[in-house]
């Protein structure tokens, strides 16, 4: 098993040094679910939500957390990305929405934090969207699906 790298020798929690790591280009794929009564998924579904177009503002949402992920997670550091992409799939047999963020950089760590990132506050913001109408739904399964460059190589998740 690897060792903890945001701790030092003493156990100090501290930013990890990637000063001597190779720029790569770096892939980072997260994804998650949320659930949701079946007529809250009929309104996402048509656009017919108070709100406005759900998915877009959960779309920008989550590119948005992509940046600023390192505002948000205290030892992260402040990437340069080059691509930040969401996307959304409506599955009417659940009455839930897959959200999927692949984020890219050309750098020396990687950008999973950021994929991670995006995908919750995409998700996050479907439910602030409806949640006047279904205060029940469920967020789950948020997980790395991919990551790939480095020097630890490509992951994909079973």
């Given at each position: 098993?690897?060792?903890?790298?945001?701790?030092?020798?003493?156990?100090?929690?501290?930013?990890?040094?990637?000063?001597?790591?190779?720029?790569?280009?770096?892939?980072?794929?997260?994804?998650?679910?949320?659930?949701?009564?079946?007529?809250?998924?009929?309104?996402?579904?048509?656009?017919?939500?108070?709100?406005?177009?759900?998915?877009?503002?959960?779309?920008?949402?989550?590119?948005?957390?992509?940046?600023?992920?390192?505002?948000?997670?205290?030892?992260?550091?402040?990437?340069?990305?080059?691509?930040?992409?969401v996307?959304?799939?409506?599955?009417?047999?659940?009455?839930?929405?897959?959200?999927?963020?692949?984020?890219?950089?050309?750098?020396?760590?990687?950008?999973?934090?950021?994929?991670?990132?995006?995908?919750?506050?995409?998700?996050?913001?479907?439910?602030?969207?409806?949640k006047?109408?279904?205060?029940?739904?469920?967020?789950?399964?948020?997980?790395?699906?991919?990551?790939?460059?480095g020097?630890?190589?490509?992951?994909?998740?079973?």
């Open positions: 098993m690897s060792t903890l790298t945001h701790f030092d020798g003493q156990g100090q929690a501290h930013m990890v040094d990637v000063a001597d790591k190779a720029h790569t280009h770096r892939v980072g794929v997260a994804g998650g679910r949320i659930r949701m009564l079946p007529a809250t998924f009929a309104l996402v579904q048509h656009g017919t939500a108070k709100k406005g177009d759900v998915l877009g503002i959960a779309r920008i949402a989550g590119i948005q957390a992509a940046k600023k992920t390192s505002d948000l997670i205290p030892l992260c550091h402040p990437l340069a990305l080059t691509r930040v992409a996307a959304f799939e409506l599955d009417e047999t659940t009455h839930s929405i897959a959200c999927m963020a692949t984020v890219e950089t050309v750098g020396q760590t990687g950008v999973e934090m950021e994929a991670l990132t995006a995908v919750q506050v995409a998700l996050l913001t479907i439910y602030d969207m409806c006047a109408v279904d205060r029940g739904m469920t967020i789950t399964d948020v997980r790395l699906l991919e990551k790939h460059g020097k630890s190589g490509s992951y994909v998740s079973a």
